[in-house]
């Protein structure tokens, strides 16, 4: 399995979900908020790159596979918030974590040592309040050869910008976590080819407020 931050926040807020998401591979429904993302994402690349903004909006309904509660007027006004930088935009990495593990993501903007993340939430919060920013970093250090670069999560809603900058020093601690927990899920893996009896044991549901945001949640043994 080649690991990303959104699977192994995913695996680090409820292993059971990732369980049934990653291992059993069931599909989950696609959300308001899951493609609204996809399809700001995709308009923001395209105006940036030159497309006309109806165009672009166009392209990320298409992008949304037309999600009925998906609007051109809220990405339009979205759009019309985003910063119109010049850059590399949806940029692809891959990399090794260690142990044989790999990590790959997408990075929204990059301009020579910083880089910025778009956000669509309504909850601004802080660079170092996820592991995301950081793990970032690190993989652009890494594939970069850079010493040190600024990212950045940009929240399209309120037009506002949480930066830091990252040394590489500092940025190890997000490929540490990252392959702490994806040495772990590995070793769990290797253990239900054995166990199979012991998947809520191996992968233990973690109740709580996310659950609302479950689309496994009648599916699970915790209920």
Same mark, same amino acid.
């Given at each position: ?44 690349? +395209? ?7 109806? #165009? &672009?909006?166009?392209?990320? /309904?298409? =992008? %949304? ?87 950045? +999560? ?7 910008? #949480? &930066?830091?900058?990252?040394? /590489?020093? =500092? %940025? ?52």
């Amino acid at each position: 399995m080649i690991y990303s931050y959104s699977r192994l926040s995913l695996y680090e807020t409820c292993p059971y979900r990732f369980y049934i998401k990653y291992i059993l591979g069931k599909s989950e429904p696609v959300t308001k908020p899951l493609a609204l993302g996809k399809a700001v994402h995709k308009a923001i690349e +395209l105006k940036i790159n030159g497309e006309t903004e109806a #165009e &672009a909006i166009a392209a990320g /309904l298409i =992008e %949304a596979d037309f999600h009925p509660e998906v609007t051109g007027e809220e990405m339009q006004q979205l759009l019309s918030r985003a910063p119109m930088e010049v850059g590399e935009t949806e940029v692809h990495f891959q990399l090794p974590l260690g142990s044989g593990i790999s990590l790959q993501g997408y990075v929204d903007w990059i301009k020579k040592d910083q880089f910025k993340d778009w956000k669509s939430n309504w909850r601004p919060y802080g660079p170092n309040e996820t592991w995301q920013l950081m793990l970032y970093a690190w993989a652009l250090m890494k594939v970069r050869g850079l010493k040190q670069i600024r990212g950045a +999560l940009y929240f399209l809603r309120f037009r506002r910008e #949480e &930066a830091y900058v990252y040394s /590489l020093l =500092e %940025a190890v601690k997000a490929r540490d976590w990252a392959l702490r927990l994806a040495e772990e899920i590995e070793l769990k893996i290797s253990c239900l080819d054995s166990f199979s009896d012991m998947k809520s044991f191996l992968f233990p549901a973690t109740p709580g407020s996310h659950c609302k945001h479950c689309p496994f949640v009648l599916d699970c043994y915790s209920y």
